[in-house]
């Protein structure tokens, strides 16, 4: 019998669920505290215009990070 994957065993049962819904929060709360902060606010405004977007194309990283993110999160529940 094969093992199953760390992430599947860690998200299949409720307490999985919830300790991984409180763990983001977290674990966001030490990023923006940390010194790494400004790194990563630099990183996500720095100016990215694609031409062929036009005037409707966001003007930094931040809306492509945030939609990619959102795009993985989705694809990964649908998936289920």
Avoid: H, Q
Avoid at 7 to 35: I, M
Avoid at 64 to 73: H, R
């Amino acid at each position: 019998m094969r093992p199953r994957p760390i992430f599947d065993l860690s998200l299949a049962s409720p307490s999985g669920c919830a300790s991984g819904l409180l763990f983001a929060p977290l674990a966001g709360r030490v990023r923006e505290n940390s010194p790494w902060a400004l790194g990563y606010t630099a990183l996500i405004t720095t100016p990215m215009k694609l031409s062929f977007l036009g005037p409707r194309g966001p003007d930094n990283m931040d809306p492509w990070v945030s939609d990619g993110l959102m795009v993985c999160f989705f694809w990964w529940l649908f998936s289920k």
